[in-house]
């Protein structure tokens, strides 16, 4: 079945850090590919997509490219801010509409 | 524009206690999906509606648990005979009708069985 991989957390930086969250991913067809995130006391919300190989996703500055060949879909961000404490979330979808989540990766940053 | 909104937020009970979560979507949203989140773990799906009419269920949804979305609108997720082993987040979610549209998040509610 349908699998979500994603690296063991938590993971803390500092202000200003480059940001890596590694995501591989397990599917039937050709899936559909999410970065959710979850801030404190908040529910799940969309940080961005990719619907086939190769796109490229983006939004706030964070950024994820669906590469088939390896299938991955790996978050970068190039500075990261106090803000983005959270908890971020890779998932899929292939046919029908439900999504398949990782386990998620707690993203703390320090000032 | 109001989001997804879930009741109650928290919910305590005793073992053995029938309980029952509503969700309600975004208003032109015809498509409804209850998701079950354990400490540490990602989102589990359960079960979706296409307006009233319920359309995959998860093998995780045992027979102790039902759900219903009776005119299309609000959902309701009913769990009898609760189990230590069903206290976790209880997430709903809603979105327009085809598959590729996003789905928007409800706070969740927060079972816990003593």
């Known amino acids: 079945g349908d699998s979500v991989t994603q690296m063991e957390g938590p993971v803390t930086l500092s202000e200003e850090a480059f940001l890596t969250i590694n995501c591989t991913y397990t599917a039937t067809g050709y899936p559909s590919l999410f970065w959710y995130v979850q801030y404190p006391g908040e529910g799940l919300q969309l940080l961005l997509k990719a619907t086939k190989a190769d796109d490229k996703g983006s939004n706030k500055g964070f950024e994820a490219t669906y590469r088939k060949e390896t299938t991955s879909f790996h978050l970068e961000k190039g500075s990261v801010q106090v803000s983005d404490s959270a908890v971020y979330f890779c998932a899929l979808r292939t046919s029908g509409s439900r999504l398949t989540f990782g386990e998620g990766t707690q993203l703390t940053v320090n000032p | 524009d109001t989001g997804v909104s879930q009741d109650p937020r928290h919910k305590i009970t005793k073992r053995g206690q029938n309980v029952t979560f509503r969700c309600d979507p975004i208003s032109e949203h015809n498509r409804l999906y209850w998701y079950r989140q354990t400490l540490g773990q990602g989102p589990e799906f359960l079960t979706y509606?296409?307006?009233?009419?319920?359309?995959?269920k998860s093998r995780l949804l045992s027979d102790r648990f039902s759900a219903e979305r009776p005119k299309g609108s609000f959902s309701t997720l009913e769990i009898q005979r609760t189990e230590q082993g069903d206290s976790a987040m209880y997430l709903c979610a809603s979105s327009l009708g085809q598959s590729s549209y996003e789905q928007y998040f409800g706070p969740g509610t927060r079972l816990t069985v003593t």
């Open positions: 509606f296409q307006n009233e009419a319920q359309l995959e």
